[in-house]
């Protein structure tokens, strides 16, 4: 008999002033629903998901957390314990133009939109990766018109590629959101 629990690392959880990054439980089902049914926040992303759909992506999501440790981590309010949204890295399974990459992404309920909880946590995960899983470099890719995602990529230090501009190879030809702006940011150098 071997010892699965050997195969995978321990899993990483991140808490900030306001916030706990953990991994997802099955209280996290119906208010990450709920948010992904927000045309406000998904006006960027494509399309709406079904309940089945928006299900299915955190079992990904939970089982991508337990194979690296890391990934894209529930959010919860410290105060209060909500659900608040999602933060943290990934490894984009697309292959996309500057492929391999670990992106940096976020996505929270619109009521928790404007209190700096998105850079709070973009900036936690970012030093999970570069001094927990000494990462060289971290990108974000967002749809071209979204300046919301983009403000927060340059408050957290962000620079952006303006030469790496592309077209997402899953977004369909001639569709508004197919350009997307890159940004990137390395390891900082002590």
């Not at 050997?6 to 709920?34: G, K, N, Y």
């Not at 899983?133 to 303006?162: C, H, P, Y």
């Amino acid at each position: 008999m071997t010892d699965h629990a050997a195969d995978h690392p321990a899993v990483i959880e991140v808490e900030t002033q306001r916030l706990l990054m953990r991994q997802w439980r099955e209280s996290d089902l119906a208010p990450f629903f709920e948010l992904a049914g927000d045309p406000q926040v998904m006006e960027f992303l494509l399309p709406l998901p079904t309940r089945a759909d928006s299900d299915a992506a955190v079992a990904r999501t939970r089982s991508r957390i337990a194979e690296n440790g890391w990934g894209f981590w529930a959010v919860e309010h410290k105060d209060t314990g909500e659900f608040m949204g999602f933060t943290g890295l990934n490894s984009p399974i697309a292959e996309l133009p500057f492929s391999p990459c670990v992106e940096i992404g976020w996505r929270f309920a619109r009521r928790w939109w404007g209190h700096g909880f998105a850079s709070e946590a973009a900036r936690a995960a970012l030093q999970v990766g570069f001094e927990q899983l000494g990462l060289q470099e971290i990108v974000a890719f967002t749809a071209w018109n979204n300046t919301r995602s983009a403000a927060v990529m340059q408050r957290i230090g962000m620079k952006e590629d303006v030469d790496g501009a592309f077209d997402h190879p899953l977004v369909p030809e001639g569709h508004a959101l197919r350009r997307h702006r890159l940004y990137r940011i390395a390891r900082p150098q002590r």
